[in-house]
């Protein structure tokens, strides 16, 4: 039975590794007392949310942030070009 807040594992993921990849996962699962699933799941886990997290926050110098926050006070700049392609309907509205 689950412990309280995990959810069942229905989904299946297959992969092929090489024989010292193989090796290489199975000795450090032993490592961290972990089975082998659990040890890749976690680890493929944290690699996926290390991987999102590089798309969402980004670090500044100081000179950059102070040019990113100049950029963001700057006043509206009417666009013609852009404000005529932004009233057009998008091929996916056309029919």
Not at 31 to 53: G, H, I, M, P
Not at 64 to 81: G, H, I, N, V
Request: charged share 25%; with cysteine.
């Amino acid at each position: 039975m689950p412990a309280a807040g995990e959810k069942t594992r229905t989904e299946r993921l297959n992969v092929r590794v090489t024989s010292d990849q193989a090796r290489l996962i199975r000795r450090a699962a032993t490592a961290t007392k972990a089975n082998l699933s659990s040890f890749l799941v976690e680890s493929a886990c944290l690699r996926a949310e290390e991987a999102l997290a590089s798309q969402q926050y980004f670090v500044y110098t100081a000179k950059q942030w102070d040019a990113f926050t100049a950029a963001l006070d700057r006043p509206a700049q009417d666009k013609p070009r852009l404000r005529r392609l932004l009233s057009k309907p998008s091929n996916l509205e056309q029919q």
